[in-house]
């Protein structure tokens, strides 16, 4: 009975210890998450510094829970690498994301959205058929799971960049118009302001300025309500290029 007694109260010693160690990994993993969020959301608002000191503190946090050599992943490691890119920091952004893409075989969405964002990295350096690969990839995927989030983040990105650049308008005027489509029916207003945008280039690539201003204008004032800062710079930067 005592050698049974003894056992009972090492299993309930070894059961708290257990219980406090998933206790203390959960508070850091929703620490690190409410983190990530605030990164996030300043990001958003073109509050540079403190993405950059949130995200840092994260990928502090992630290192803590998930060893040294890891990298904030999924949805976090997506956003952060969608900041790194928008601050041209692409090295460090490529470096999260190839790790993304590795640990991604078995989550689709989010290997759609890790082709996306490499897309754009290799847009953003001038590698476009590299660009053009992983975007194609990217939508592939995205149109194989049909989850409305991830169709309109791939048909966004390819339209933009095509649209951008002036490689394919037709083509760009298709994705772009889908994706609006998509992101009218589901309420996505970030979507709305950027997709918005990718047509005002669209349309100044094809000379058709005044429809091009009328959807700069529009993307303006969606972002300017929502105080989306990324939205409000591309609109100008369309607005810029408008010359009647």
């Known amino acids: 009975a005592e050698r049974a007694a003894n056992n009972g109260i090492e299993a309930a010693n070894y059961l708290r210890d257990v219980k406090g160690k998933i206790s203390k990994r959960k ?9 990530c969020w605030l990164a996030w959301i300043n990001h958003l608002m073109g509050n540079i510094e403190l993405a950059e000191k949130y995200f840092s503190q994260a990928h502090t946090l992630h290192q803590q829970i998930n060893g040294k050599n890891s990298y904030l992943d999924g949805l976090r490691g997506a956003q952060h690498t ?12 490529l470096v999260i994301n190839s790790k993304n893409i590795k640990s991604s075989e078995e989550n689709l969405p989010q290997m759609s959205r890790s082709y996306r964002l490499e897309g754009d990295i290799n847009y953003m350096r001038g590698r476009h058929d590299l660009a053009r ?8 995927i995205a149109q194989k799971i049909y989850i409305k989030s991830i ?8 339209g933009r960049w095509l649209a951008r650049e002036n490689i394919d308008i037709h083509q760009a005027f298709s994705d772009l ?8 029916s589901a309420g996505y207003s970030f979507y709305e302001a950027d997709i918005r945008i990718g047509l005002a280039f669209a ?15 529009q993307a303006l004032r969606i972002s300017s309500n929502m105080d989306y800062y990324w939205g409000k710079k591309d609109a100008k930067e369309a607005l810029a290029k408008i010359t009647h």
Do not use: P
């Open 177 to 184: 118009n889908e994706a609006l489509e998509c992101s009218l």
């Open 27 to 35: 508070k850091l993993e929703n620490k690190r998450n409410a983190l």
């Open 151 to 158: 169709l309109i983040d791939a048909l966004l990105a390819r």
């Open 82 to 93: 969608d900041h790194l890119i928008h601050i041209r920091k692409f090295r460090d952004a």
């Open 203 to 217: 349309n100044i690539a094809s000379g058709n300025e005044k429809k091009a201003e009328m959807e700069a204008n």
């Open 133 to 140: 690969e992983q975007y194609n990839s990217a939508l592939k």
